[in-house]
């Protein structure tokens, strides 16, 4: 499916009286793809399909992601296992992927929850997890069990996704194009934020390879840092890297994480992706600062 983004942007830039501008931002969309949850709440779902929670489909020698609990304040030095968030059927979501994408195998996500909150490295990034079965088959793969450790709030109920193809839009890219024609001031700042937060972002739904939403930090930006140092990450442009998977925290049960409004974010670069090096993959989080 295809969704009309089109429609809704002209529509929303007509609203916020940018709507000359619009030809100029269509040109600068980009494609991406939105998993939106369905009504399905039951774990019937074949092996191997696209949806989110549950139990994962691990192939056999697969263990459960766990992170280590040594240094977290309050916790023994133990291992714990990570909460499943998703998982991606590459055949389903290859129509509509990169060319770098596998046509095959099975994407796994997971991250790690403590006390309702997620669990962060020394760089206060989410602790986070991306299995890759390349060998996908129904009769190769298993649904895994909840492993013991992990409590009955870290797990996600099961739903399926429905995937459909859309296009969209940065916001300094949208800043760009506006400011083109309106000029910079801190009045068109905030109606260019608030036309990308009320009208453009897409909520409670996932997304995958267009431009990561924006909240408070730019996390391509801030990926492109962190990987500074890593001396098997060849390029390090914003362009290297590719926004593999925008988990919206809002799909989660209240009583698993307290906030509704922040993003996980699953990066990768280009590379990596090409060579199916998924463990690679870097974790970041986002989140709107409530107002005062």
Known sequence: MTTDIDVIISHALNKSGFGHCRPEVEAVLRNEVLLSPNDLKSDSLPIGSTKQGGEPDLSPGYDWPKYSCRGIPGLRNTSKPMT???????????????PQFPDRGLLSFFVAI????????????????????????????????????????????????????????????????????FGSSLEISGRIWDLYLQEIIPFGCHKLFGP?????????????LLAQTDQWTRNNTS??????LEFDLVELPFDLLHNEIGRLYYIIHRDDLAACRFHRTSVLYDALEPKS
């Open 114 to 181: 403590e006390h309702n909150t997620l669990v962060c490295t020394k760089n206060e990034q989410p602790i986070g997890r991306v299995l890759y079965s390349p060998g996908f088959s129904v009769e190769t793969q298993m649904r895994t069990p909840f492993p013991r450790g992990l409590y009955f709030d870290n797990r996600l109920p099961p739903g399926s996704l429905k995937i459909e193809s859309s296009r969209g839009i940065g916001f300094d890219v949208l800043c760009e194009v506006i400011e083109r024609h």
């Open 84 to 98: 499943f968030l998703a998982q991606l059927r590459c055949a389903d979501i290859k129509p509509f992927a990169p």
């Open 212 to 224: 990561p939403t924006m909240l408070e930090l730019d996390v391509m930006e801030e990926t492109r």
């Open 239 to 244: 362009d290297d890297w590719l926004l593999l």
